[in-house]
């Protein structure tokens, strides 16, 4: 319950706004004096406070700042019927979060209350949120420097406490589980298991059972009961990747499990509910897809509830610098040697399409770092088959065409490399680009590679 600590000297005032906040559901104290006030504050915490301008003994004002130099955390909120805008500003100043004039209707100040409330869950969430995408980045390298990743990040604070279906939309290698398991970390059900399925990984014979589970005698070797993804991940989340990789017969059957929130396991005649939050990830363009007919326009309606694009990491170059300093701290330690990255190599990282996005960018300073005998990497180290060239687009545009041109040419060059490299194994390729094998066939079938 949120605490509230009202300070006013007036005692009508204080008894009916005590009354007020009470019947919303606030746990309430009030105080007649600032500095009585500023002793109660030191010993008990308060989420937020309400405080008039003028006080005896100490006003509104200086008990803010004095409020805030003792460390207090809580947000104040100023009234006063004296001052109009100049008082609002002095007081937005001195750090006060809002400022209501005086004499003032009961809903004003619920309102002003409950926007407070919001704004403080916000940012607590966004700060945990950032801490958690940090200790991420050891994992898979996520940096929200950008201002496109910085969006993103503040779209999964406002998401994350509520049981909504997310869609989160990008290349492979942007970084899309991440942002999953932090919706899920952010979540009241973090206690619960982190559960993922790669849509495109499971044959198409299996994946009905692996996501709903199936009964005894269902099929040849179903031996035993079991359940599948959407039970096991019952008060937790689910991360359904590569959703647009799921074959069309059983979508129907995912859009009722998100519908009605029951599943059904294979060759068996009742129903079970189930309380999953879902998040579908994808690199395709669902709505595309769903036009031409390869993916249900109803269930893509249903997921796109809420979308979080992640930028390639060529539209946030200014990402790049961190995390290869990042990867290149990791490996120095996992290997231990000391390893670092000189300016010269930087700057070229920065002008790399990097198709493969960040896990590229991680396997090419992994592998620098493994073959370099030297301390500080130079762009040298960096240059082989494995990387595309850096594309040139000449001045304004010209030159190679399009964006889009440019980066077909580097997944082109990209998947004709790693094919050379791994003679022609195409699963060996799809591991190392990072993408599933479907995706490959389909990347090499529209760049016309034999």
């Excluded at 493969?356 to 992994?366: D, F, P, Y």
């Excluded at 040419?409 to 990072?434: C, F, K, M, P, Y």
Aim: hydrophobic fraction near 45%.
């Amino acid at each position: 319950m949120t605490r509230v600590l009202i300070v006013d000297d007036e005692l009508g005032l204080r008894q009916s706004l005590t009354m007020l906040l009470r019947d919303a559901g606030y746990d309430v104290a009030a105080e007649a004096d600032g500095r009585r006030a500023l002793a109660r504050t030191t010993a008990e915490p308060f989420d937020l406070i309400l405080c008039d301008v003028r006080m005896p003994a100490l006003g509104g004002l200086e008990f803010l700042r004095a409020y805030r130099e003792r460390g207090g955390t809580g947000l104040v909120i100023m009234m006063s019927a004296y001052g109009g805008e100049d008082a609002a500003l002095a007081a937005m100043q001195e750090g006060a979060y809002d400022y209501v004039p005086k004499p003032f209707r009961a809903d004003e100040v619920i309102l002003t209350l409950r926007k407070a409330e919001e704004r403080e869950r916000l940012r607590r969430t966004v700060a945990s949120l950032t801490a958690q995408l940090e200790a991420a980045a050891g994992e898979r390298g996520l940096i929200a420097e950008s201002r496109a990743m910085r969006e993103a990040l503040e779209v999964v604070g406002r998401v994350a406490e509520r049981p909504t279906t997310v869609l989160v939309t990008g290349e492979s290698g942007t970084g899309k589980e991440v942002i999953a398991r932090a919706l899920h970390r952010a979540s009241p059900r973090a206690a619960r298991p982190f559960v993922a399925v790669n849509c495109a990984a499971i044959p198409d014979t299996l994946i009905e059972s692996e996501l709903f589970g199936h009964v005894r005698g269902a099929f040849t070797g179903a031996t035993a009961d079991k359940s599948g993804l959407f039970e096991q991940a019952d008060g937790s989340t689910l991360l359904l990747d590569e959703i647009g990789e799921l074959p069309l017969a059983l979508q129907a059957k995912l859009l009722r499990a998100l519908q009605e929130g029951e599943i059904r396991r294979v060759g068996d005649a009742r129903t079970r509910r189930v309380d999953v939050r879902v998040v579908a990830a994808t690199a395709r363009d669902l709505e595309a897809e769903a036009r031409a007919g390869r993916f249900r326009e109803d269930l893509y309606y249903r997921l796109n509830v809420v979308t979080i694009r992640l930028p390639p990491l060529r539209e946030r170059p200014e990402d790049i610098a961190a995390l290869a300093r990042q990867f290149v701290a990791q490996i120095g330690r996992r290997f231990g040697r000391v390893v670092a990255l000189g300016p010269e190599a930087i700057a070229w990282l920065e002008r790399q399409p990097w198709p493969g996005n960040v896990r590229q960018l991680e396997n090419a300073i992994e592998r620098a770092a493994v073959l370099s005998d030297r301390e500080i990497l130079g762009p040298g180290d960096f240059r082989s088959d494995h990387l595309p060239s850096p594309i040139s687009l000449g001045e304004k545009g010209e030159g190679r065409g399009t964006l889009r041109d440019a980066v077909e040419t580097a997944e082109r060059e990209a998947i004709r490399a790693a094919l050379a490299d791994a003679a022609g194994n195409r699963r060996v390729v799809a591991q190392r680009l990072g993408v599933s094998l479907r995706t490959l066939f389909y990347k090499m079938s529209k760049l016309g590679i034999e």
